[in-house]
């Protein structure tokens, strides 16, 4: 689906027809911003015929999990990025990474979606509701903070699980903690593995005299790096947060452990000790005097009492109770 | 709740009209040490207008949660800092991270307190007692000290807890160690994840020759930089012996349990077999001649016993026991 | 084997004979592709006379277990390359690396192959029949490219692997697993050791300015280089994956032995208590009234299920089973 | 305490009045050290007005657990250094620092000890005695070598007790290694917090063009950076080895433990089984046709050591024993 | 034990009286190599002399434990080197290093050999038999070569043992593997200690504009530099490989104590079972129907049997066994 937004005398337009956009595009006075979802890989290789681009520049645009990076092809950027939610299924959820495309040209911004992306449907009726962005550098400080204002919502999302995690840990003792934490280390590294090369794509972007780039939007491309450095950092902070938690875990289990084996140690070897004296008096001897005692049997019942009192109070002074 | 400090004849007088302020502010030679607690972002975007501050600083100033950063907007700086304290609950204690961000001009600084800090009211009266600071730089300095300060009052009480933890570990064997241990490293990450930011922020203002910095003022943010780095350095060093702390529990619970488990195996195998001989003089075959021994009955038990020292002491010479 | 393939008026032509090879290499019109399969010193030695090779840039051609690197000598550059595959024996699969030497002259390219390698081949039949390329740099990208895509059908492989693990690991729990998580480590380990220096080859490829890398070939080493890079992060993600599978495991397996113990814990003392019941009534005392009451022995199988039944809850009440 | 020493024509002398050393100070060809020890606020305060040495710079060298750092004030260089020794106390011993600030002028050295540190006792004394040392770098020199030699002393001792660690590890198998190898890796992370900014301290020094440091004396500073150095990777190297010993320890144990629950199971199980028997026997059938057999008791003991030797054989079969 | 061998008219000549060798290196068209095994102080400091060296240089060269380093006194370069064996003792193979100080002269090497060191005999019968090697520089590129190919022999001697560890540990299972991995681990890591600071005296040989270094001597000491590298990766690799295998190994072990007490668990509580209705009918109530049952006695059995057959179905389904 190719659809173009064109700014044109204070209204925002919508185009779908390939060569009028092409055409409006060579007018530098038009700001064109054509978005392209779930393209096959012809139809973006035509567009990249009708603009110009680079093959490999085309190639990556379609390719799917490119690591996101910034390419400089003279007159044009283009930008690989990534949009993350959570995608809930039957049985748990997990991080889904969508690749966005970005190619940025001095009158144009081209996007092209390999998934349907809803930040960036939102960011194009925004911008075509309030038509007040004038440079494609701002129309691309709209898109990448739509994708990063996401992830916030995800490490928000992760800090709520680390905190039912930590009470299912130390209340509640679940075991099934073993496995969401697995599964969130797994969602941070596979999201760190796309946000620190965005990190990287922001900074170059920044410190290169670039000259697609307006002065006053590198305020604005700032604050979105500095986003990405918060999130870096967030997601670094509860990597390790759930290594800790998993090393308590395995302590915790060993001392569960610890407990339980005391408690078998001490009921067993009493109750050994006491049928141990009730299998002597059940011995067949002819000659046993204390079978013939009038008060044999309390005095054995008597003699099991005390054996497990002194077991019992042995095992307290040494603390193993 | 905003209220204004201005030097003015040598004397620090308390202000709270905004109008005012900012008149006042627009003569160089009045010093304004502006304080705003709690704002709404009403108020703090009418204050960004008056004093003409970028949309984006103003929003970093109330968004919470912002990351310890500096930005240079030419003719003012705005820093956001962070102060930690210890607010201890009903059950535990925790850390508690308030931001404060700052706005350095060439004869005025503006903080916006996202929630009540004592440091910052300790500043403003003793500022207000002595009235003796006479730059800008210098008020930045006496605030940032503050709560930098504050960051070692927090490392002193980290200090005694290891060092009670470490006792309650080899002395007493305390199986809440584990949960203290988990809490104390998930406070000291999070303390990092704002202290490392912080450090870099003070060696921006370090290097880069600011004009809104006089040179002799950086004396004294050279020492809150090497405070900084040595609040640093000692979170990575009780964040190390905290993992070091864990494994050494791990390692002694697993010593404890082996302990518990010899100790089990030789009772209770001295009892099984001691029970196997009341067993066997406990069965009713016709033809047992041991039976009607006349000492049958103690030369079983003597059986018994001569077993029981017999495992013991092979037990012992294999350095079981 | 020794097989040189000319590029002469838009046809490539293959050619056998060294001195005749050596000749139209010094027609700087022409473009040579040498490719040498499993030589011996000798031939490689004779080789380098030829075309005037540095002694030691032969003798690292030929060493197997040369890191990758890149040497320039002047008129020509030397690239120790690996190609990458898994080879599945009878009883495993384990990667296996298969060096390649590079000369890259003004007009040629020599490749020499430790061990035959089949991209290489396929790079070779591709030139011949398309006859495209134009520049040695070209046919540079065209080999480096087809090995470094190898790569990606491995990492593929073991992204598949991992999710295989999971799966073992958390559902049906299988021991073998720890093995395999050894196996696949020790792979990425291996891969790893020789892709962090193939990147750093073409980061000084690319960072240099070699005049034989014609500038067009640069937009397409460069993304030989992003996919280097990103092989190297999927292989770190994969490798700290898998540490956190063994410690999740480890974790899992503390757990079931805790369930085990419990059982055996509660179920062995419930025997012991009615065992030491039916001991009680098995001795031999004289006096011993329960022994003559009607119902003395159903009362005794009740006192066993009763003190069954009071430790199965008690065991319960304490959360233990 | 305060003392100076003042190199005058060849020969040491001592001065304990500080309105007269602090003139000697003005003739640019006597060379002063001032060596104080245990000061007060107030003496240190006095001493740095006669010296004219900056406020904050005093501060430092009074305040305890400062980190170790290079400040320069334009005609004189601060340093805060550390001593570093083992006191042995009744049960244990542990790693004592002693903060040493040194301030280095044209022609003076002063030296503030919070603690007596005998080495620095040594220095002086042999620079009285042999009145060699020519320039305040020089003496700089001989107090930071003096410093950093005592480092080896300590690193020598833990090689020791690493070594002897090795041996109550897999030798001896002693549980008290578990807290020793915790002491000693707290003693070498607080080492290195101390050692790793002197090392930085020195690499400024050299790197650095500092006036007040002749050329002839960096040899000599350079000298004492390769110790450092070398104390570095000493510790790094130690602390990974001491890592080691506790995962090694954690895993023998582990291995104990696996021995003996083998031994638990195969000889309990025995007994378990011989006991069956007997209890088999020992019902109180009216038809039990063994009972009444010549040799029925000679029989179940048979039984009974067969069912023993077939287990063992068995579980060796089994490789469990 | 000095000597020196002198180039001369195409020979290499044998001298070992030392002022003549002084005299010898004053021409400069003389190439002399003066060797010196095993000096005592005083020797060194008299050929410091003659060759007129700094007395840090000479301190360095026979104090034993220096770390590597290079240094550089202008007309003359101090190296500090290692040469690595292993030396196999009467239970147990360890690293041995052994120190090597060479000064590098406009027309000189002087080696200092702290224990003798068997290549670099070799490197000299091998000089003195070809007499090609023409430059100080090349005698260095001899004996560095020769030590560091030295480091490929023990590394190939590590990749030996690491894969006999794994099958140590995956097949045979051997406890004896856990101090091995330690040893191994603790031979990298002292090997490490060396490697790194020798690359890096080789990469300031080789960035350093250094006189002393012809230029043709760069390639071959590149060489020297690639293969240390190379050494230091496989270092790396193989001690995570061992940390990988001792965590696996751990693992197993804990698989195998699972194994282990599922057999008890269930082994036992048949066990137990069986005897509680062996107790049960041994009891000597009065009325107990069954005892005088024709086929009491079987029955009891049967009931045994099962009840054992149904307990291990139980624990089939429950997939413990």
Same mark, same amino acid.
């Given at each position: 689906?190719?659809?173009?937004?064109?700014?044109?005398?204070?209204?925002?337009?919508?185009?779908?027809? !390939?060569?009028?956009?092409?055409?409006?595009?060579? *007018?530098?006075? #038009?700001? /064109?911003?054509?978005?392209?979802?779930?393209?096959?890989?012809?139809?973006?290789?035509?567009?990249?015929?009708?603009?110009?681009?680079?093959?490999?520049?085309?190639?990556?645009?379609?390719?799917?999990?490119?690591?996101?990076?910034?390419?400089?092809?003279?007159?044009?950027?283009?930008?690989?990025?990534?949009?993350?939610?959570?995608? =809930? *299924?039957?049985?748990?959820?997990?991080?889904?990474? #969508?690749?966005?495309?970005?190619?940025?040209?001095?009158?144009?911004?081209?996007?092209?979606?390999?998934?349907?992306?809803?930040?960036?449907?939102?960011?194009? @009726?925004?911008?075509?509701?309030?038509?007040?962005?004038?440079?494609?550098?701002?129309?691309?400080?709209?898109?990448?903070?739509?994708?990063?204002?996401?992830?916030?919502?995800?490490?928000?999302? /992760?800090?709520?699980?680390?905190?039912?995690?930590?009470?299912?840990? +130390?209340?509640? +003792?679940?075991?099934? =903690?073993?496995?969401?934490?697995?599964?969130?280390?797994?969602?941070?590294?596979? !999201?760190?593995?796309?946000?620190?090369?965005?990190?990287?794509?922001?900074?170059?972007?920044?410190?290169?005299?670039?000259?697609?780039?307006?002065?006053?939007?590198?305020?604005?491309?700032?604050? /979105?790096?500095?986003?990405?450095?918060?999130?870096?950092?967030?997601?670094?902070?509860?990597?390790?947060? !759930?290594?800790?938690?998993?090393?308590?875990?395995?302590?915790? #289990?060993?001392? #569960?452990?610890?407990?339980?084996?005391?408690?078998?140690?001490? @009921?067993?070897?009493?109750?050994?000790?006491?049928?141990?004296?009730?299998?002597?008096?059940? &011995?067949?001897?002819?000659? &046993?005097?204390?079978?013939?005692?009038?008060?044999?049997?309390?005095?054995?019942?008597?003699?099991?009492?005390?054996?497990?009192?002194?077991?019992?109070?042995? +095992?307290?002074?040494?603390?193993?109770?």
């Amino acid at each position: 689906m190719v659809e173009a937004l064109v700014r044109h005398d204070g209204r925002v337009v919508s185009l779908s027809d !390939l060569t009028q956009i092409s055409e409006l595009r060579r *007018d530098p006075a #038009q700001l /064109v911003w054509l978005d392209v979802v779930l393209p096959d890989a012809a139809a973006v290789a035509h567009l990249g015929e009708e603009f110009g681009f680079h093959p490999l520049a085309v190639e990556d645009a379609v390719r799917r999990h490119e690591r996101p990076k910034l390419d400089s092809y003279g007159d044009y950027l283009t930008i690989v990025f990534y949009a993350a939610g959570y995608r =809930a *299924d039957a049985d748990d959820a997990h991080i889904e990474l #969508q690749q966005l495309a970005l190619f940025l040209g001095p009158n144009y911004l081209v996007t092209i979606q390999t998934a349907p992306i809803t930040a960036i449907a939102e960011c194009r @009726s925004r911008w075509q509701r309030t038509a007040v962005e004038a440079t494609p550098a701002a129309l691309l400080h709209l898109v990448l903070d739509a994708l990063v204002d996401e992830y916030f919502t995800l490490i928000d999302q /992760v800090v709520e699980w680390v905190e039912e995690l930590e009470d299912s840990i +130390f209340t509640r +003792f679940d075991p099934a =903690a073993i496995q969401e934490i697995f599964g969130l280390k797994k969602d941070l590294l596979l !999201l760190r593995r796309v946000i620190a090369p965005e990190r990287e794509v922001l900074n170059l972007l920044l410190r290169r005299d670039e000259p697609l780039i307006a002065a006053e939007s590198l305020y604005y491309l700032q604050d /979105v790096y500095d986003h990405l450095v918060r999130v870096t950092d967030a997601v670094d902070t509860y990597r390790d947060l !759930l290594s800790s938690a998993l090393d308590s875990y395995l302590s915790l #289990q060993a001392n #569960q452990l610890n407990q339980l084996i005391k408690t078998l140690t001490l @009921s067993s070897i009493i109750l050994m000790a006491c049928s141990l004296i009730a299998g002597i008096y059940g &011995m067949n001897f002819q000659h &046993m005097p204390e079978l013939s005692w009038q008060f044999g049997y309390p005095l054995a019942l008597l003699l099991m009492a005390g054996i497990g009192t002194g077991l019992v109070t042995f +095992f307290r002074s040494r603390r193993w109770w």
